[in-house]
């Protein structure tokens, strides 16, 4: 017992990783084989009955915003301006980067047409993964990995990941909200930057996390 809860707490995150492949494998076998799952019907079934109004609709919208490219790429500017430490704003755009391209490449394999039925806004491009979900997981998820490792204030290192981690979730739900995301989409985009993330910060840790010269990175 012992040796196991060693060897789970010396791996975790490689479970993780391998979890998070398998069920993307399976779940885009599942999505191959009947286009339109049993499952997405039921998600956007419960979003329409639940959530879907005219309060919520604009809500949603501005939500998806935060998924964007253009938010995307003006946020890195951003950092990249008040960040010190040139090396982890470096590392920001990069993540930004590989993920989007990572995305892009999938989408291009895959093929999966966009739902049609419920569409409130217009959106182009292929649908599975979602990119929106999946760049924000791993755009939001290395910042909630840099705020983890760098702020010491607890409170605000925990405001901060809280309000990310609801961020992400909800520009998720706002996709599938929106009609042009089925819910596997959106799960399989979570799915793809988990695992993505857990080898990306693993390989960059050692020049931005493991920097001993490093002080305060943000003016």
């Given at each position: 017992?012992?040796?196991?809860?060693?060897?789970?707490?010396?791996?975790?995150?490689?479970?993780?990783?391998?979890?998070?492949?398998?069920?993307?494998?399976?779940?885009?076998?599942?999505?191959?084989?009947?286009?339109?799952?049993?499952?997405?019907?039921?998600?956007?079934?419960?979003?329409?009955?639940?959530?879907?109004?005219?309060?919520?609709?604009?809500?949603?919208k501005f939500?998806?915003?935060?998924?964007?490219?253009?938010?995307?790429?003006?946020?890195?500017?951003?950092?990249?301006?008040?960040?010190?430490?040139?090396?982890?704003?470096?590392?920001?755009?990069?993540?930004?980067?590989?993920?989007?391209?990572?995305?892009?490449?999938?989408?291009?394999?895959l093929h999966?047409?966009?739902?049609?039925?419920?569409?409130?806004?217009?959106?182009?491009?292929?649908?599975?993964?979602?990119?929106?979900?999946?760049?924000?997981?791993?755009?939001?998820?290395?910042?909630?990995?840099?705020?983890?490792?760098?702020?010491?204030?607890?409170?605000?290192?925990?405001?901060?990941?809280?309000?990310?981690?609801?961020?992400?979730?909800?520009?998720?739900?706002?996709?599938?909200?929106?009609?042009?995301?089925?819910?596997?989409?959106?799960?399989?985009?979570?799915?793809?930057?988990?695992?993505?993330?857990?080898?990306?910060?693993?390989?960059?840790?050692?020049?931005?996390?493991?920097?001993?010269?490093?002080?305060?990175?943000?003016?």
């Amino acid at each position: 017992m012992e040796r196991l809860k060693k060897f789970l707490l010396e791996n975790w995150k490689w479970i993780i990783l391998f979890i998070c492949v398998i069920s993307f494998i399976f779940l885009v076998e599942d999505v191959m084989d009947s286009d339109i799952m049993i499952f997405d019907t039921k998600c956007y079934k419960f979003i329409s009955l639940h959530l879907i109004s005219d309060v919520m609709t604009p809500i949603a919208k501005f939500i998806t915003n935060f998924g964007g490219p253009y938010w995307f790429v003006g946020f890195t500017i951003f950092l990249l301006f008040i960040i010190r430490n040139r090396k982890i704003g470096i590392s920001i755009l990069l993540n930004l980067s590989i993920s989007t391209f990572t995305n892009y490449t999938l989408k291009q394999i895959l093929h999966r047409p966009r739902p049609t039925e419920f569409r409130i806004i217009d959106e182009s491009g292929y649908s599975l993964p979602s990119g929106h979900s999946m760049v924000s997981m791993a755009f939001y998820g290395y910042l909630i990995y840099l705020i983890y490792k760098k702020i010491k204030n607890k409170y605000i290192k925990i405001s901060l990941i809280v309000f990310l981690s609801i961020l992400i979730v909800s520009i998720g739900i706002s996709r599938i909200y929106l009609g042009v995301h089925y819910t596997s989409d959106v799960i399989a985009g979570f799915l793809v930057a988990i695992s993505y993330l857990i080898i990306y910060t693993n390989t960059i840790k050692k020049v931005v996390i493991d920097n001993k010269k490093q002080t305060n990175e943000i003016k």
